[in-house]
């Protein structure tokens, strides 16, 4: 099991639910939950296999919001 952690400008459950279908159609991805009320509106992302942040990245920029690799 691998958690992914990354920093979002998702401010809203609203807007975090608009990225289900995306997340819900990603093979490998079992879990995913945006805490909106981190300052950071950290996303986290519960996954079976091996994803790579710039896929998740690409995902998300796709949809319009800016995420980066939340820093260690």
Same mark, same amino acid.
Request: net charge negative.
């Given at each position: 099991?691998? @958690?992914? $952690? &990354?920093?979002?400008? $998702?401010?809203? /459950?609203?807007?975090?639910? /608009?990225?289900?279908? @995306?997340?819900?159609? !990603? ?7 945006? =805490?909106?009320?981190?300052? =950071?509106?950290? #996303? ?5 296999? /091996?994803?790579? =942040?710039?896929?998740?990245?690409? #995902?998300?920029?796709?949809?319009? &919001?800016?995420?980066?690799? !939340?820093? =260690?």
């Amino acid at each position: 099991m691998e @958690i992914l $952690i &990354y920093k979002t400008n $998702i401010t809203s /459950q609203k807007k975090a639910k /608009q990225l289900s279908p @995306i997340f819900n159609s !990603f093979s490998g991805i079992k879990d995913w939950h945006v =805490d909106t009320k981190d300052v =950071d509106n950290v #996303l986290r992302i519960e996954s079976d296999n /091996q994803l790579i =942040d710039n896929e998740i990245i690409q #995902l998300i920029s796709n949809a319009g &919001y800016n995420c980066e690799v !939340f820093p =260690d």
